[in-house]
């Protein structure tokens, strides 16, 4: 089975850094895309940066672009969230997510993996 391990949050206090890895156990076959989203409010999550099975097409959500950088290594199926210039709005759960094929895509019922979230804190 496919799973999606987390791990890298906790609390820290604004303006300090924070790196996220997700590792992918099991198979999967083909190329996928990556990604990190946030809960916010409870509602669908939105997504807070994505990089394509090559890594040379990357998104970031406006909020995070300058401060976040995300990345992967595909031979080891993981990717990182370098989160760098933390700010208290960045509270919040962060989710892995994977997206079968080349491309990563904006709404959340495209990603066909998730992982379980880690809680990101950071305090003023």
């Known amino acids: 089975q496919v799973q999606l391990v987390e791990s890298g949050g906790g609390q820290v206090q604004a303006g300090e850094s924070l790196k996220l890895t997700c590792t992918v156990s099991?198979?999967?076959?083909?190329?996928?895309?990556m990604g990190w989203f946030r809960q916010a409010s409870g509602t669908e999550r939105q997504i807070v940066a994505a990089?394509?099975?090559?890594?040379?097409?990357?998104y970031y959500a406006e909020s995070v672009k300058g401060r976040f950088t995300i990345s992967r290594d595909s031979a080891k199926k993981t990717v990182y969230l370098q989160m760098n210039s933390l700010r208290p709005e960045d509270t919040d759960v962060y989710y892995c997510?994977?997206?079968?094929?080349?491309?990563?895509?904006?709404?959340?019922?495209?990603?066909?993996?998730w992982g379980q979230g880690t809680q990101v804190t950071v305090s003023s």
């Open positions: 990089i394509n099975w090559s890594g040379n097409n990357i």
């Open positions: 099991g198979h999967i076959d083909g190329n996928y895309a």
């Open positions: 997510a994977v997206r079968l094929g080349s491309s990563w895509a904006i709404t959340t019922p495209l990603w066909g993996y």
